[in-house]
Nanobody, 122 residues
Framework: QVQLVESGGGLVQAGGSLRLSCTVS????????MGWFRQAPGTEREFVAR????????YYADSVSGRFTISRDKAKTCVNLQMNSLKPEDTGIYYC???????????????WGQGTQVTVSS
């Protein structure tokens, strides 16, 4: 089992920044891929970004590319999402997830955190 706990959400004005963190514990593997997803009310959960735990290879959704940065800290076993130039449409619950292979599909991720709320006001 892998446990994921997100933190760092909150309320911010458009154009502002937030940094989300996901603490990883349990039976982790260096082959894991860590992802961030988000879900706005009434919509499906969507992919935001992912990173390979071992090599740190990253991939972003077009909607956040150039504004968000995903990183991992092996020593602290956490995954971060730095979000800059935030827009109201970035509002939603942000989830951290772990998968055994690289994918942007929610169905590929076996482990999920409880989520953290991000609200961007206009």
């Amino acid at each position: 089992q892998v446990q994921l706990v997100e933190s760092g959400g909150g309320l911010v004005q458009a154009g502002g920044s937030l940094r989300l963190s996901c603490t990883v514990s349990g039976r982790t593997s260096s082959s894991y891929v860590m992802g961030w997803f988000r879900q706005a009310p009434g919509t499906e959960r969507e992919f935001v970004a992912r990173i390979t735990w071992s090599a740190g290879i990253t991939y972003y959704a077009d909607s956040v590319s150039g504004r968000f940065t995903i990183s991992r800290d092996k020593a602290k076993t956490c995954v971060n999402l730095q979000m800059n130039s935030l827009k109201p449409e970035d509002t939603g619950i942000y989830y951290c997830a772990a998968a055994s292979r690289g994918s942007s599909l929610t169905s590929s991720y076996n482990y999920w955190g409880q989520g953290t709320q991000v609200t961007v006001s206009s």
